[in-house]
């Protein structure tokens, strides 16, 4: 979409879609990205959007330009919003989206209209509209692709937490990571840690996996071992930032090592200052007699 547009089909929004992430990236991504970029992906995918991208890009120029003139198309309609969800503007993203939603199924491309859903879906989280996500989510159709259904899921998990429907929320999961490796349950359990612990779910997760655990791979209890202690820096956490608890603490001997060194140089700062101050005045410390 460098060059300008002048029409815009099926066909263009279907290569659109394909762009188009799925929800938590696919199986081999998870698998590919460490435990703590997993929980930062996670924490980021559903924070409250924020629009603070300046101007407007030229892909989503080209398509505005283009529904000037045809304002009701769903093809122009799908492909602005999915541009605007590309770019991280995700309030604008569920502003155009919206206006399609009960539209979806006049997009002809299976794979658009899952796409299209999906990211109106997530835009609701984002917007803190659990119960649209909720309806969005359940005019999706569960797709057969493995990355699909993976991703649609874990989407799936992080709504029905989000309303508080901890069973339904816990059933997916364990869909989700059942017949897969421990790595990617760990995965999957790092990416749906925070929705599950605010709907009181995490421990009934962490079960499912721990008892996925091989014997002969301590190393990744080391994984497991670190979202938990995310969990429990966000219980113990007075606003629950989730981004504050991925920050490593900083242990309290600093804070005394820094106290201590700030007292030894304002000693000398003093000690200094009296000393330049006798000397202007034109006195001068005494001399040791022998």
């Given at each position: 979409m460098s060059k300008a547009l002048k029409e815009f089909d099926d066909d263009s929004l279907a290569v659109l879609a394909k762009k188009s992430s799925l929800y938590m990236g696919t199986v081999e991504s998870m698998?590919?990205?460490?435990?703590?970029?997993?929980?930062?992906?996670?924490a980021m995918t559903?924070?409250?959007?924020?629009?603070?991208?300046?101007?407007?890009?030229?892909?989503?120029?080209q398509v505005r330009d283009l529904m000037a003139a045809d304002p009701y198309s769903m093809d122009l309609i799908a492909a602005l919003g999915l541009i605007y969800s590309m770019e991280g503007r995700w309030s604008m993203s569920a502003n155009v989206l919206i206006r399609g939603w009960k539209r979806v199924m006049e997009i002809k491309d299976r794979r658009a209209r899952f796409i299209y859903l999906m990211k109106l879906c997530q835009a609701s989280l984002r917007e803190g509209k659990v119960r649209q996500a909720l309806a969005v989510f359940q005019d999706m159709e569960e797709p057969e692709d493995r990355d699909e259904l993976k991703s649609y899921l874990i989407l799936s998990c992080h709504v029905y937490a989000g309303n508080n429907d901890l069973p339904k929320a816990l059933k997916v999961f364990s869909r989700a990571v059942t017949g897969e490796s421990f790595k990617y349950a760990a995965r999957v359990l790092a990416a749906t840690a925070l929705c599950l612990h605010q709907a009181g779910g995490f421990a009934a997760a962490k079960s499912i996996v721990d008892a996925m655990k091989p014997t002969d791979m301590p190393c990744s209890?080391?994984?497991?071992?670190?979202v938990e202690h995310y969990v429990e820096t966000l219980s113990s956490s007075k606003n629950g930032s989730s981004r504050s608890a991925l920050q490593p603490a900083v242990p309290r001997w600093c804070f005394t090592v820094l106290g201590i060194l700030t007292m030894i140089l304002l000693v000398l700062f003093l000690?200094?200052?009296?000393?330049s101050s006798l000397r202007s005045w034109g006195f001068a410390p005494a001399k040791a007699k022998h």
């Open positions: 698998l590919n990205s460490d435990i703590i970029e997993v929980l930062r992906t996670a559903n924070s409250r959007s924020q629009n603070t991208r300046p101007g407007t890009s030229d892909e989503a120029r209890c080391t994984e497991i071992t670190t000690y200094w200052l009296e000393t």
